[in-house]
C-alpha cells in the first residue's frame, strides 16, 4: 500500500508539474510559462520549457492571449499607441513617422517622369509644382485619426510628405533625364554603324 501511495504521489507531482500557462504570441508562437505578472506594457513570466530559473518579459503587444493551467483564458488588451496629451515635440515626431511610414507620392514619380519624356524642360517645372503642394488632410493617413485634430502632427506630417514628393519628383526628373540619354546613345551608335 505504501509503494502505491508513494507511486500514486509521484504521478500527481508530475501531473501538477505538466500544467502550466501558455502565453499566446501574435505571430502564433506558444510560450510554455508561469505567468506571473500582467501589466499593460509588459508580461512578466517563468519560462517552463527551458532549465532557466530567470524571469522574463515580453511586451503585451506582441501577446495575443494566456491560456492558464486551469483553463481560463486572458485576451491581452493593447495600450493604445497614442497617449492623450502628447508634448507638440511628441506630436512632430509622430507626425514624421507616420509620414515615412504611411504616405506614398507615386503621382509625383511618374508625372514627372513622364512629363520629362514628353517635354523635358516641362518635366523639371512639373515636378516642382507636384512637389510643392502639401497633402490635404484627407490624404494624411494616421496611426490613430485622434491625431488629425492635433495641429502639430498635422504640419510635421505634411512637411515630411512634401520632402518625400520631392524626392520623388526629384527621381523622376532624373529618371526620365537617364531615359532621354539612353535613347540618345542609341541613336547615335545606331546612326554610327550605317
Known amino acids: 500500500m505504501r509503494l502505491f501511495c508513494l507511486l500514486l504521489l509521484s504521478l500527481l507531482t508530475k501531473v501538477a508539474q505538466a500544467q502550466h500557462d501558455v502565453i499566446l504570441r501574435m505571430d502564433a508562437r506558444e510560450q510554455k510559462a508561469r505567468v506571473l505578472t500582467i501589466r499593460p506594457d509588459n508580461i512578466i513570466y ?94 494624411i493617413i494616421a496611426s490613430d485619426v485622434a491625431l488629425l485634430k492635433n495641429p502639430e502632427y498635422v504640419r510635421a506630417y505634411q512637411q515630411q510628405a512634401k520632402r518625400q514628393k520631392l524626392g520623388k519628383a526629384a527621381a523622376g526628373f532624373g529618371a526620365g533625364v537617364g531615359t532621354w540619354l539612353v535613347v540618345a546613345a542609341v541613336l547615335v551608335s545606331a546612326s554610327t554603324h550605317w
Not at 496629451?85 to 507615386?106: C, S
Request: positive net charge.
Open 46 to 139: 517563468l519560462p517552463q520549457d527551458t532549465a532557466t530559473t530567470d524571469t522574463l518579459r515580453v511586451a503585451s503587444a506582441q501577446v495575443f492571449m494566456i491560456r492558464y493551467a486551469n483553463g481560463a483564458k486572458e485576451l491581452i488588451q493593447h495600450v493604445p499607441l497614442v497617449k492623450p496629451g502628447l508634448t507638440a515635440v511628441e506630436a512632430r515626431q509622430r507626425g514624421m513617422q507616420d509620414a515615412r511610414r504611411n504616405f506614398m507620392a507615386p503621382g509625383a514619380f511618374w508625372g514627372t517622369y513622364g512629363t520629362t519624356i514628353a517635354y523635358p524642360p516641362i518635366g523639371l517645372i512639373t515636378g516642382g509644382v507636384l512637389a510643392a503642394s502639401a497633402p490635404s488632410t484627407n490624404n
